[in-house]
């Protein structure tokens, strides 16, 4: 998110404007855009998530002509494949999710139970109601070197990097005047924006400003199969469990639903094994039989940014502090609706407004209402 503020302010702002992004972590090693299963999906039930993905899908499918620098190649291994929705029960939120979708030019299908059958003939189907597929704008990629590839084209057009860690933000009145680093930098600023994603909450806190977004670990595990399956789809299941191809390969997790445990905070080196087998497994060998023997390679864990609210992002400034602006809370699409929202977020500093897409429905001021801005297909 960083990344992607600072290239849009430089690419609409020029030498008019001065950006630094101070980063703790510049290996990225415990950034959630490395450790995610970098997927990109315009399978939303809300129209403005659609368009931040199909904006995401341009700049992530035409990676060279946004992010190239000097030439030089930009491989963020883009795999174009759909997600594909299952319903058991109720088939009321797919139909629904369908007219948004279409009404907005998405290449989504719904297939019945025999359709889907016909087109993925290892997948177990018997107790599916109905399927939606996308068919184009979708697939994965490598999260690590997207964020790398932001980063570094917005330091080809004049946007500095500062290594340290903010331990300090000073208010006065109405605004911020100033950010405290822990190598005793104090780094003045007409805008502070905070994209600190699982760690935003306590970069708020700084400012004495409550922000609801949590770090809930996620647990991605990589295993094999004997059977030699085609090129899947990256499938959601009802069991809150998810699976594609990766590789010869394949990853796959558990999502917690609304009534498990989800702790905030805890830690990534080490991984959830266990869900492996009392959740993940069994889901998996019931919708796909070749996945009975299928034999676990390694796991890794990274952190979800929560806002548990609506589990949608909180983009744009704070309503007493108009020059704190966040760009938080994504819940797991963030990589693929970075370049959406850093565009507007430069927007709406350069501009005064939101211009390309409307994202006030992400506003702050939504939290102090209780407001949620419901999304659907939570993952």
Known sequence: MGSAVALFLKR??????????VEPDPGLARASSALSAGSIRQQFSNAINVRMSQFGHEVIANAQAWLGV???PVDLGFVPSGYLFLATGSTGVLEANHAVQRDLGVPVRLLARDELASRFPWLRVEDVQLASLGEGGEGWFDGYAF?????RKARSIGARWHRARVTGLEREGDRLRAASLDDGTRLEADAIVNAAGPWARSVAALAGVALPVHARRRTVFAFSCPTTLPLTPLVIDPSGCWFRSEGHQFIGAWTPGEHDDDPDDLPLDEPDIALFEERLWPALAH???AFEALRLTRAWAGYYEVHPLDHNAIIGPHPE????LFVNGFSGHGLQHAPAAGRGIAEWLLEGGWRSLDLSPFAYARLAEGHAFAELAVI
């Open 287 to 289: 919708r796909v039989p």
């Open 147 to 151: 964020a790398r590839a932001l980063a």
């Open 12 to 21: 609409q702002g020029g030498a008019g404007v001065d950006v630094t992004v």
């Open 321 to 324: 502090l108009a020059n704190l």
């Open 70 to 72: 000097d030439d030089e």
